[in-house]
């Protein structure tokens, strides 16, 4: 410690602030092996000393964790670039992505970074969810990391709903104007709830102000507090899942590797690929941008953001209030109690559960495939509760009953699975859950390609011609 102190006395200005930062180099500065080791030490504050060696493979992650870390780190570092540029005033804001766009060194594309990373973020961290979920990683000790991780994936939705309307334009102003107008249908609270997150009576100057107060200061705040949660829990679960065959006892652990290399060389692998992916998307593709926000000029179709277009596509099938409200409410409480389902058998670690709920799997997704199509099209052309019964409230004739159908088919679906694979619940479940998740994924791909003026049904390769 003397030694040390006597030793400092004796450097040079830059030779004490480089011993201040890597304290104990003071003999050998120069040799690259102190600085690994440093580094290394750094690294083992934040990672395990060793993992298991099962858990690096790939297939098991497919690095998208990783993947949605790597992006909100790129969404945050872009994020605070544009804040030094964008106004968030009614009369401003469109003009300052202009001049961010036009007059900002790199302003473009720092633009583009972030719209992109954005977009890609909800992917990833759709594509992570359903890992999870047909990995069994919301088993015991896992179950409260599956509640944290759909408390992320609201928050990130929250990000990009809010960060879409920031920039003021024709495409921002009605979207936001469609998504917040949804609220009115929530009984009771609703009307309130939309004065709330508009900040008076229509979409304006503080509407813009609260969305980026949202945007750039709470959700940032709840990611800084929910992610390190996230992974301290996956630390505390003893690590990953192991995956292991169907037939493989769940005991059954093998040797522990060192993290450095063995995972961080990986991390840093996947980290480079997804940002260099993201760079190049960002070079060729400018992040769109419409006229200024015009409130007296609706765009024929209005369309949500694409994460909402299941959503909007729902919305022509049924009656706002189960649409908006009902079903979206009940596919939250099923997804909130997954972990907490008294299941049959522990199947972390097992891809579908079993070799039978694999079959169940893709049998699901085939009938999800083929009814949903079928459905649209029936309910648009065939099926019409309203004219049928004009009698009868909206909420019955356009809700209540479509609804009940589409609730009695769910259950029959379970009970005529479980009977004809002779499966457990686990495998019955999650063949509810692909069906449910596959119909949601069409719907969305409906909303987004196939509908055109007033929503109408449409064959989106015929449009151009
Ligand atoms: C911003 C969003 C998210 C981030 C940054 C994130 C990050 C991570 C990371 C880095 C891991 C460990 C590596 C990996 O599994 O790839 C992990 C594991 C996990 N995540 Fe997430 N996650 C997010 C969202 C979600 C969501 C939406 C869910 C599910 C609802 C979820 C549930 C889990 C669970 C249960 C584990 C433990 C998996 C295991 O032990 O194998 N996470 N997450
Ligand atoms: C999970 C994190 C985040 C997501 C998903 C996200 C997403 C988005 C999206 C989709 C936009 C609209 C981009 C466009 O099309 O123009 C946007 C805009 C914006 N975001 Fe973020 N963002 C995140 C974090 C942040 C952070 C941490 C900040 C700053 C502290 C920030 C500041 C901004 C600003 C100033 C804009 C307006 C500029 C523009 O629209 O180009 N964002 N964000």
Redesign the pocket.
């Given at each position: 410690m003397r030694e040390n102190s006597v030793m400092s006395d004796r450097l040079n200005l830059l030779q004490r602030i480089r011993h201040s930062i890597f304290p104990g180099m003071l003999q050998r500065p120069k040799y690259p092996e102190r600085y690994r080791n440093f580094f290394n030490s750094l690294i083992l504050h934040f990672r395990p000393r060793s993992v298991q060696e099962r858990t690096l493979r790939f297939t098991l992650t497919w690095g998208l964790g990783g993947m949605a870390v790597v992006v909100?780190c790129m969404?945050?570092g872009t994020?605070?670039m544009?804040?030094f540029v964008?106004q968030p005033f009614p009369d401003r804001a469109y003009e300052s992505?202009i001049h961010l766009q036009n007059n900002v060194f790199f302003g473009q594309l720092i633009?583009n970074i972030?719209?992109w990373s954005?977009?890609t973020?909800l992917i990833i961290v759709f594509l992570h969810f359903l890992r999870v979920f047909f990995s069994g990683a919301f088993h015991p000790p896992r179950q409260f990391n599956w509640i944290i991780g759909l408390a992320l994936f609201l928050a990130?939705l929250t990000?990009?709903i809010t960060?879409?309307l920031?920039?003021w334009d024709q495409l921002a102003f009605w979207a936001i104007t469609i998504c917040t107008g949804m609220f009115e249908y929530i009984p009771g609270i609703g009307e309130w709830m939309q004065a709330l997150v508009r900040g008076s009576g229509d979409i304006g100057a503080a509407t813009l102000s609260i969305f980026f107060a949202i945007?750039?200061a709470v959700?940032?705040a709840c990611?800084l507090v929910l992610m390190p949660f996230h992974f301290w829990r996956v630390r505390k679960a003893g690590g990953l899942v192991i995956p292991r065959k169907p037939d493989e006892d769940r005991g059954s652990r093998e040797e522990k590797v060192p993290t450095i290399p063995n995972l961080i060389l990986r991390e840093i692998v996947v980290a480079v690929v997804l940002m260099a992916f993201i760079m190049f998307v960002s070079v060729i593709f400018n992040?769109?941008l419409g006229a200024k926000a015009n409130p007296g000029l609706s765009p024929n179709p209005t369309k949500a953001p694409w994460y909402f277009a299941g959503i909007q596509e729902l919305l022509l099938h049924f009656h706002p209030l189960f649409a908006l409200f009902i079903i979206p409410i009940l596919m939250m409480i099923v997804l909130f109690s997954i972990p907490y389902i008294n299941y049959q058998t522990n199947t972390a670690g097992v891809w579908f559960a079993s070799l039978k709920g694999r079959n169940m799997a893709v049998s699901s997704a085939l009938v999800a495939i083929v009814v949903t199509p079928l459905g649209i099209v029936a309910d648009e052309f065939v099926i019409d509760f309203v004219a049928w019964l004009p009698d009868i409230p909206g909420e019955i004739n356009n809700g209540l009953m479509p609804f009940a159908l589409m609730l009695t088919a769910t259950i029959l679906f379970y009970r005529a699975v479980k009977r004809k694979f002779s499966s457990n619940n686990n495998e019955a479940i999650q063949a509810v859950v692909v069906l449910l998740v596959v119909a949601f994924i069409i719907l969305t791909i409906t909303g987004i390609w196939f509908r055109g003026q007033g929503m109408a049904l449409i064959w989106p390769w015929e449009v151009g011609s």
């Open positions: 909100v969404l945050f994020g605070l544009l804040k964008y992505i633009r972030h719209h954005g977009n973020l990130v990000s990009n960060g879409y920031l920039p945007h750039t959700i940032p990611l992040a769109p």
